[in-house]
């Protein structure tokens, strides 16, 4: 039986997000074929960390709610350095951000009651993941997964500034390896 988990960043679109999922919730939870958890980021890079609590207590469906920086977390949170923590666990996304690009690319619905049959009902698919390792802080060899784009150098800057981080070794770390998997 599936188990899955919703990961949800609430300040997704500007927190229409969260209002969304309100709403989804309340069909989900006559709907739902299956038994799910609802975790709620809270800052950077906890999408990861909780998707990978999922994983580890059990889900092998987890679910990113929010826009292309929440399903890279959540991405980056299937893995345990080079290893899938669950490699047969699936990643699912809401896609209630703003820019939506990959959802735009795979064609996925936005509407609450077409996003929630296709979590039900649809087929799974493998999809290309993309890592990168390079030299972060410190000069600490760091790897990322992305499902969607990659970004570094001056456009990753601009990036950051915009959420707000520190720019302080953000764009001058060296590409050590980048390469497409497919686990």
């Known amino acids: 039986m599936t188990k899955a988990a919703f990961v949800i960043n609430p300040r997704a679109a500007n927190g229409r997000c969260l209002r969304r999922w309100r709403r989804f919730a309340r069909r989900l ?10 975790f709620l980021t809270a800052g950077p890079r906890d999408a990861e960390d909780l998707a990978r609590r999922a994983l580890r207590e059990g889900a092998d469906l987890v679910v990113a709610v929010g826009g292309d920086g929440t399903l890279n977390e ?3 949170g299937f893995f345990e350095g080079l290893q899938p923590i669950n490699a047969r666990a699936a990643m699912a996304l809401l896609p209630w951000g703003t820019g939506q ?16 049959t296709l979590l039900r ?11 990168v390792t390079y030299h972060g802080r ?27 981080l520190p720019l302080a070794g953000a764009t ?8 497409a998997v497919r686990p």
């Open 29 to 38: 939870d006559d709907r739902a074929p299956w038994p799910y958890t609802v």
């Open 101 to 116: 690009d990959f959802a735009r690319s795979l064609h996925l619905p936005t509407d609450a009651a077409a996003s929630l």
């Open 138 to 164: 410190a000069d600490r060899l760091e790897t990322r997964w992305f499902a969607n784009i990659a970004e570094f150098g001056s456009v990753a800057g601009v990036h950051w500034m915009l959420i707000g």
């Open 172 to 179: 001058s770390g060296a590409i050590v390896n980048a390469s």
């Open 121 to 131: 009902d649809g087929e799974a698919r493998r999809i290309d993941l993309g890592r």
């Open 74 to 76: 959540v991405a980056n």
